[in-house]
């Protein structure tokens, strides 16, 4: 009796560590495969209130307010802002960082914060399955959306700037639909190539 119970007990026990292994698996691939795709969670907030919840955006709702965009940002109807995190901002020279802050430099600073936000809803369907070019709320001004080439998993914002000033950001996984409008967490800050951050004082 017991060696009969104890056949059918091991096949059990096998059958569940292939599922655990397998599960694991397909669970690190569906990561891997959500770095260009992540769900974006439906928040019932503004725009504001929404990358104040998260916690990862402290410096730039700070620059926000100091550009004077915060109400904008709060009443504003289906816009998109691509928000570089806070450790998109420590990536920038200290000198930079400060001047931003710098009232002197409040049109610059509004000019960088404009350039990353564009007047309608961009949902993932919208993404490029190659290239998708923007126009951004800075005036005169254009974003381009495309795959990596190295990686095609990995979907970047760039400047659109010719030469050696183009710039880009790495879209991460942090995405949020709000009341007003769609925010999608990047990992540099794009700096339009018309407003150099050398025109800081």
Do not use: C
């Amino acid at each position: 009796m017991t060696q009969k119970r104890y056949f059918p007990l091991s096949l059990i026990f096998l059958t569940i560590f292939l599922l655990i292994h397998f599960s694991s698996a397909s669970s690190f691939a569906s990561n891997r495969n959500r770095r260009f795709n992540p769900s974006t969670q439906r928040i019932e907030a503004n725009i504001i209130e929404v990358l104040a919840a998260d916690g990862n955006f402290t410096i730039l709702l700070q620059l926000i307010d100091k550009a004077g965009l915060s109400n904008f940002l709060k009443e504003a109807k289906d816009i998109t802002i691509f928000a570089p995190n806070n450790d998109a901002f420590k990536n920038l020279s200290n000198r930079t960082l400060e001047a931003l802050f710098k009232t002197e430099n409040r049109p610059i600073l509004n000019a960088i914060l404009s350039y990353h936000m564009v007047p309608y809803r961009i949902t993932w369907r919208d993404l490029p399955g190659n290239k998708l070019t923007l126009k951004t709320l800075l005036e005169g001004s254009t974003m381009v959306l495309m795959k990596s080439k190295e990686d095609p998993r990995v979907l970047l914002a760039i400047n659109n700037a010719p030469g050696l000033g183009e710039t880009n950001a790495e879209f991460l996984r942090d995405a949020y639909e709000s009341i007003n409008g769609n925010i999608y967490t990047i990992d540099s800050v794009l700096i339009p190539w018309k407003v150099r951050s050398s025109q800081l004082k």
